[in-house]
């Protein structure tokens, strides 16, 4: 009878700063030139993480090289991945890096999600009637 193999993700110790992490995904991305990348700040709307990064890639190929950099990247920080999702079909790719979730999209799947708006409804003031 064969034992399956765990493996367990650790964290480090301390953990780095979410802005910390949040660097090093950026300059994955810059590294990768990926396309049009948007930071949001969900600390308060959800306790799933602090940030959320949304980026685009130019074909799958892209997107997944994109993932991998920022998991590299991330690994500088000490910080290895809890998952990584879409990286076989890499028309979007979900990076969880605990307090930075990264998503790394084609354009057109980016532009039918939407999930930037979804996580920004509410956050911009109702724009002011023109005629008060």
């Not at 920004?120 to 724009?127: A, I, L, N, S």
Request: proline share 6%; glycine share 6%.
């Amino acid at each position: 009878m064969t034992q399956a193999h765990i493996i367990k993700t650790q964290l480090p110790n301390p953990l780095p700063a979410p802005e910390d992490l949040l660097k090093q995904v950026h300059l994955a991305l810059e590294e990768m030139k990926a396309k049009d990348a948007v930071e949001i700040d969900v600390r308060g709307k959800t306790s799933i993480a602090d940030y959320l990064v949304v980026a685009s890639g130019t074909s799958s190929r892209h997107v997944k090289s994109v993932a991998d950099e920022v998991v590299k990247f991330a690994k500088k920080c000490g910080v290895m991945p809890l998952g990584v999702e879409g990286s076989s079909e890499a028309e979007w790719v979900l990076v969880d890096l605990g307090d930075v979730i990264v998503h790394v999209m084609l354009p057109r799947v980016r532009e039918y999600y939407a999930i930037e708006r979804l996580w920004t409804v509410g956050d911009q003031p109702p724009e002011s009637d023109a005629l008060n």
